[in-house]
């Protein structure tokens, strides 16, 4: 993938190439790979031309917009002014585009060799392919739709490669110092504790199978979701991932389509598998061919990511949490640095770096019990309303428990399946566990600095309703894992005391309808179950024929329905049952689809489930 065009001896040429882009230097120079196989030179040097293999040529723009740029040792902020995190010198067709900072183009003009780009000691020259179109319907095989505001495409960017300019040629084995910042810290294989990882046996949905496909399918969700791969993971971490602006900017433009996957759960899916992989004992994993793998690529990647993570939050970025976006980036941080047993990076859980997964996930405060009481019920307050139903609300059995929310301050609901909450909850505990098992017994959770992060994920683990789509179920891979060795590290809190109350809801918002299967709640032996409906709904079509009453258990035992009632402004359904029918434990309600199209399609609703949980104790 990266190649150099030497001139007259090995270890100097006159050009590299690296994923799909060539630097052209004015006359040779000592170059070199690290172990992930990105090029350094040593410097200085000038850059006479920056060229690539995939564009088509006709489409470049002929009124001089700039794309295929490039920056320099790009950093995230100067804390004076915060949409200094949006610039950018890639692509002009994107927000905040600023041309000094696209160093392809020195002096505004276009590199040559009366107009180079000298590149000097500790500095990294990130180049970037662009998606080209002439309109939204006229644009490169395989381009996506340009987006209708005029700022490029989902990502706008194709490809992009790093080339390190060193004052000198490092050791063998160094990695590549990270990417944003000045500063360029470089690290070796020789301090890499192998030691912290485990070697334990494999576990169902863990292959090692070739994999030919092209980036785009990285997105894939079947790659990670059904058989992880070992191939594809050391594929999918084997090329630089533009990271540097967060969120859902970062769609917009930053995220190359044939170096990384574009949104946040793909990313933690597979940091998350790869973590977790690289604890097992390759040598017993069934291979086709029979070849065993080996852990350096996998690892080398890892840490490499761990490495630019780090050099993204030292130079002034951040994730902060934003449904699924930012997830993943400190775990993979913390990992990196305890197997090269570096200080600063293993230090990661007192940085004032903002880290989604410390946004999202905390314990629950008597503030947000009083919090949820005054905005459900004082008709002042402008955001009375906003809970959708009291069984959506934080309540004083609930204090302590470690909870998730969308955003800091905001969007707090204690429904438990809301999209965003799912889609972390596919990845969290995976890397919980990967992190728990680095290293002497609780090492990395004191390090990691917080404990409802890994609270939280044991209370996932707990449930049987982790989903809302299909795309969303918690991976096999790292279900297995978690059935397996969450015992081998420090017991799990009685999590019984943490339950969410959740009802039957409707999600109104002009651009997404669907009804969500939540859980009941938890009653008393005895107690008639009610299940709140959000949104009234024309609910006469229900009766005691038409919902079947089983228990959540593999047989799925029938239980007798005495009655049915519901309200004729039909907000709740109440389920009666006779007396001892209902022993502690969990059931599923499952309304007949036929008497359910009536209720959805008298509020004109999608349908997505029939069935609800609840649990009697």
Not at 204 to 233: Q, R
Not at 528 to 541: E, F, G, K, M, N
Request: glycine share 6%; proline share 8%; hydrophobic share 35%.
């Amino acid at each position: 993938m990266c190649t150099a065009m030497a001139a007259f001896a090995a270890t100097k040429a006159s050009s590299v190439t690296c994923h799909h882009i060539t630097w052209i230097f004015d006359k040779e120079h000592e170059i070199g790979q690290f172990v992930t196989g990105d090029w350094w030179v040593v410097s200085p040097v000038n850059i006479i031309s920056i060229t690539n293999d995939l564009n088509d040529k006709s489409f470049l723009p002929e009124d001089g917009t700039a794309v295929n740029g490039s920056m320099i040792n790009p950093k995230v902020s100067d804390h004076t002014n915060h949409r200094t995190v949006l610039r950018q010198g890639y692509d002009e067709r994107v927000f905040e585009y600023d041309p000094a900072l696209n160093a392809a183009l020195p002096n505004g003009k276009p590199l040559s060799a009366d107009n180079p780009l000298a590149l000097q000691p500790d500095q990294s020259l990130i180049s970037t392919v662009s998606w080209l179109w002439r309109t939204p319907d006229d644009r490169e095989e395989g381009a996506p739709k340009p987006l209708t505001d005029g700022q490029g495409a989902r990502p706008t960017l194709r490809a992009a490669a790093v080339l390190t300019s060193l004052a000198k040629a490092p050791p063998e084995g160094t990695f590549r110092p990270a990417y944003a910042g000045d500063e360029k810290r470089l690290f070796n294989v020789s301090q890499l504790r192998l030691d912290r990882l485990r070697n334990l046996d494999p576990v169902e949905n863990i292959v090692n199978k070739p994999y030919h496909g092209a980036y785009p399918e990285a997105d894939n969700l079947a790659h990670y979701l059904g058989d992880v791969s070992i191939p594809h993971l050391a594929y999918a971490t084997s090329t630089l991932w533009l990271d540097h602006v967060p969120t859902w900017f970062g769609m917009h433009c930053y995220h190359p389509t044939l170096n990384m996957p574009n949104y946040g759960r793909s990313k933690c899916l597979i940091l998350s598998a790869a973590m977790l992989a690289l604890h097992l004992d390759w040598n017993k994993i069934e291979s086709t061919p029979p070849d065993k793998p080996e852990k350096t690529q996998l690892l080398n990647n890892i840490v490499q990511l761990g490495i630019d993570f780090a050099g993204i939050a030292d130079a002034g970025g951040f994730w902060h949490g934003d449904g699924g976006h930012g997830a993943g980036r400190k775990p993979t941080i913390l990992f990196a640095g305890l197997l090269l047993d570096d200080p600063h990076m293993m230090n990661v859980g007192k940085w004032k770096t903002e880290f989604h997964d410390d946004d999202q996930i905390f314990y629950v405060t008597e503030a947000d019990i009083a919090r949820d009481a005054e905005r459900l019920t004082n008709p002042e307050n402008p955001h009375t309303g906003e809970i959708r139903h009291p069984g959506a609300i934080y309540t004083r059995a609930m204090l302590g428990m470690p909870e998730w929310r969308g955003k800091k301050n905001e969007g707090i609901e204690a429904a438990w399946v809301l999209n965003y909450r799912v889609i972390n909850n596919s990845y969290y505990p995976s890397f919980a566990l990967a992190l728990a098992l680095t290293g002497d017994e609780g090492h990395a959770r004191k390090l990691y600095n917080h404990d409802a992060f890994f609270d939280y994920t044991d209370r996932v683990m707990t449930r049987d309703d982790n989903f809302n789509y299909a795309s969303n179920n918690p991976p096999h891979f790292g279900t297995n894992m978690w059935r397996a060795y969450r015992g081998l590290v420090q017991p799990a809190p009685d999590t019984a005391r943490w339950y969410t109350p959740d009802i039957l809801a409707v999600i109104d918002a002009p651009d997404f309808k669907m009804w969500y299967t939540r859980n009941a709640g938890i009653y008393e032996a005895g107690q008639p179950v009610r299940i709140a409906i959000t949104q009234p709904a024309d609910l006469s079509a229900l009766n005691a024929e038409n919902v079947r009453i089983t228990s959540a258990a593999a047989d799925k035992t029938p239980v007798p329905l005495e009655r049915l009632e519901t309200d004729p402004e039909g907000t709740y359904i109440e389920l009666v049952f006779p007396p001892g029918a209902l022993k502690p434990g969990r059931y599923h309600a499952t309304i007949d689809p036929a008497a359910y199209h009536t209720i959805l399609d008298s509020r004109k609703r999608k349908l997505y489930s029939n069935r609800l949980i609840f649990t009697v104790k």
